[in-house]
């Protein structure tokens, strides 16, 4: 037990550093309970899908800088598709978006091995193609979903015993549990840490590093494909701008234990890391600090967290 919890020591951390900032949320508005909550965790929802998708890129040691502009298209996709479609056809629709997404993180992991250009490169060109593609399929915010869809992620699910907990946020944990736990506890969960730990080692083991690596950007699509699709069911339009996706992903895999050096850390951390910033911005916005001092301060606890992991990237390097 004890050895669990020291290995686990940062997510607990982070886990109880939640539960004060929900304390201190609750004390700066008494009104705010599980409606609150509920309200949270679907302006949470995006975020934690698309840091998923990138703590699983940087834990195969890499970056994706393309993350929000897949979220992008996928919005727009799924809200073009699916203006006036019967229910029936949206499902094939998110399971075509899907795929559309996990493609085009798969083309970025192929460019990345066929070109040896760096990640950074590659997915920083993905990313003008796709916000361009964006806007392409959809001029400005428009389009509509499913009502089955959006209401998926509105309101409570009954827990007997226990009240009700936010729908968006049983969406998150299924998303997280079917995707990446069979891949965690699998052959391939182990070489993706393989790689991100040290790639030439890997290779001298007998771990496919390319085909690893492909996998890990097509994970990181079929994430941003649901983080899409999370953004459109939560305005029920296609939203074509990318939203502020990308550093808020790197910061909250960075805040949650994911080493920029890649093989360490995991998918919990990163879920409460984004959370926490989430509630830090609900808290200075009840505080009535000045929204663009709230920008501020979020972008520079963002940009510190990065650089903070990038110092212990370098200094676990060096040691």
């Given at each position: 037990?004890?050895?669990?919890?020291s290995?686990?020591?940062?997510?607990?951390?982070?886990?109880?550093?939640?539960?004060?900032?929900?304390?201190?949320?609750?004390?700066?508005?008494?009104?705010?309970?599980?409606?609150?909550?509920?309200?949270?965790?679907?302006?949470a929802?995006?975020?934690?899908?698309?840091?998923?998708?990138?703590?699983?890129?940087?834990?195969?040691?890499?970056?994706?800088?393309?993350?929000?502009?897949?979220?992008a298209?996928?919005?727009?996709?799924?809200?073009?598709?699916?203006?006036?479609?019967?229910?029936?056809?949206?499902?094939?629709?998110?399971?075509?978006?899907?795929?559309?997404?996990?493609?085009?993180?798969?083309?970025?992991?192929?460019?990345?091995?066929?070109?040896?250009?760096?990640?950074?490169?590659?997915?920083?060109?993905?990313?003008?193609?796709?916000?361009?593609?964006?806007?392409?399929?959809?001029?400005?915010?428009?389009?509509?979903?499913?009502?089955?869809?959006?209401?998926?992620?509105?309101?409570?699910?009954?827990?007997?015993?226990?009240g009700?907990?936010?729908?968006?946020?049983?969406?998150?944990?299924?998303s997280?549990?079917v995707?990446?736990?069979?891949?965690?506890?699998?052959?391939?969960?182990?070489?993706?840490?393989?790689?991100?730990?040290?790639?030439?080692?890997?290779?001298?083991?007998?771990?496919?590093?390319?085909?690893?690596?492909?996998?890990?950007?097509?994970?990181?699509?079929?994430?941003?494909?649901?983080?899409?699709?999370?953004?459109?069911?939560?305005?029920?339009?296609?939203?074509?701008?990318?939203?502020?996706?990308?550093?808020?992903?790197?910061?909250?895999?960075?805040?949650?234990?994911?080493?920029?050096?890649?093989g360490?850390?995991?998918?919990?951390?990163?879920?409460?890391?984004?959370?926490?910033?989430?509630?830090?911005?609900?808290?200075?916005?009840?505080?009535?600090?000045?929204?663009?001092?709230?920008?501020?301060i979020?972008?520079?606890?963002?940009?510190?967290?990065?650089?903070?992991?990038?110092?212990?990237?370098?200094?676990?390097k060096?040691?």
């Amino acid at each position: 037990m004890a050895g669990f919890v020291s290995r686990n020591a940062w997510t607990f951390g982070l886990a109880a550093f939640l539960a004060l900032l929900l304390v201190a949320t609750k004390i700066i508005q008494p009104s705010f309970g599980i409606d609150g909550l509920d309200s949270v965790s679907r302006a949470a929802l995006p975020f934690a899908l698309a840091t998923l998708g990138m703590s699983i890129v940087i834990i195969a040691g890499g970056i994706d800088l393309s993350i929000g502009s897949i979220m992008a298209v996928a919005s727009v996709t799924a809200a073009v598709m699916m203006q006036g479609q019967s229910d029936g056809l949206s499902v094939p629709i998110v399971l075509f978006v899907l795929a559309f997404g996990a493609l085009i993180g798969a083309i970025n992991g192929a460019l990345i091995v066929i070109t040896r250009v760096p990640d950074i490169v590659v997915t920083l060109a993905t990313l003008f193609v796709l916000e361009g593609a964006a806007i392409l399929i959809l001029e400005s915010p428009g389009g509509a979903i499913a009502p089955w869809l959006r209401e998926l992620i509105v309101g409570g699910l009954p827990i007997p015993g226990l009240g009700w907990i936010p729908k968006s946020l049983v969406v998150l944990v299924v998303s997280a549990a079917v995707i990446w736990m069979p891949i965690s506890r699998s052959k391939l969960g182990l070489m993706l840490y393989a790689i991100g730990s040290d790639k030439l080692a890997a290779f001298r083991s007998g771990v496919p590093v390319s085909r690893t690596k492909i996998i890990s950007y097509a994970l990181a699509g079929l994430f941003a494909a649901l983080g899409g699709l999370a953004v459109t069911m939560s305005t029920g339009i296609g939203e074509p701008i990318p939203g502020p996706y990308l550093l808020a992903s790197v910061a909250a895999a960075v805040l949650g234990g994911v080493s920029l050096t890649g093989g360490k850390g995991g998918l919990i951390g990163p879920i409460l890391a984004v959370f926490i910033l989430r509630l830090m911005r609900l808290d200075l916005t009840l505080l009535s600090v000045d929204p663009n001092a709230t920008s501020i301060i979020e972008g520079t606890v963002m940009v510190a967290v990065v650089m903070f992991g990038g110092l212990l990237a370098v200094r676990g390097k060096k040691s």
